[in-house]
């Protein structure tokens, strides 16, 4: 079975300054997807940014970019130029082909004004 | 862009009774819907897979008996707790995937979800 574990439960930034939240997840699959999504207090799912595992080159959106590290099993953000609307709990998932969806624990990012 | 909505968003009822939440997508057809639960500052829990037509494909440890899932038709499933306790009480998410997108995660949308409190 797939897990995805993420170790930091909050972490916090400064505005304007970059935070870097980690996940590292087990699969013994070659074909997946990486995500992370973004829970506000309205607990709204929205989706950040995707990765798919054949992909070498890390996914970025905007202010939002990965580290993926294949060999490694790590998959980090990184969020630049951090404003007070990203403040949210960040889930890491893991995604099959067929659309199951594995969570981490989600990180609670504080971003102070 | 796609839309998933939830109904109710807030529910309280009394032990014993059985509760109704309706999943639906407004603007696309989802063959495959999923349904979470997530408890206060928890990760969501995937509690089943809810194919259009087909008996739905319960997580090991859920219920089948005590959580009822149909997907009657391609813009609407539904989740039934039934005999609810206080112990059933959680926010309750679901998601869509829409249909013939080739599959893959990415095309998953959530709704807003419900939270349920069984007194």
């Known amino acids: 079975a797939q897990t995805v574990t993420q170790s930091q439960p909050e972490m916090s930034v400064q505005e304007a300054e970059t935070v870097t939240l980690s996940c590292t997840y087990d699969?013994?699959?070659?074909?997946?997807?990486l995500f992370w999504y973004k829970q506000p207090p309205s607990r709204q799912m929205i989706l950040v940014i995707r990765?798919?595992?054949?992909?070498?080159q890390n996914a970025t959106e905007n202010r939002f970019s990965v580290n993926f590290q294949k060999a490694a099993k790590s998959f980090s953000l990184k969020i630049s130029d951090s404003q007070l609307g990203d403040a949210a709990m960040y889930f890491c998932a893991y995604g099959t082909s067929y659309g199951k969806l594995t969570f981490g624990q989600g990180t609670i990012l504080t971003v102070h004004p | 862009g796609a839309v998933v909505s939830q109904h109710p968003s807030w529910v309280i009822c009394k032990s014993g009774t059985s509760v109704k939440i309706e999943c639906r997508s407004l603007d696309f057809q989802a063959t495959t819907m999923f349904w979470y639960r997530q408890f206060p500052k928890q990760s969501l829990m995937l509690m089943a897979t809810?194919?259009?037509?087909?008996?739905?494909?319960?997580e090991q440890g859920v219920e089948k008996d005590k959580f009822l899932i149909n997907h009657a038709s391609l813009t609407l499933s539904t989740l039934t707790v039934t005999s609810a306790h206080p112990e059933d009480s959680s926010f309750y998410i679901c998601?869509?995937?829409?249909?013939?997108?080739?599959?893959?995660?990415?095309?998953?949308?959530f709704g807003p979800g419900t939270r349920l409190t069984v007194l």
């Open positions: 699969t013994s699959e070659s074909d997946y997807y």
């Open positions: 998601s869509a995937e829409s249909s013939g997108s080739g599959g893959g995660p990415d095309t998953q949308y």
């Open positions: 990765q798919e595992a054949y992909k070498q």
């Open positions: 809810s194919n259009e037509g087909s008996k739905a494909t319960y």
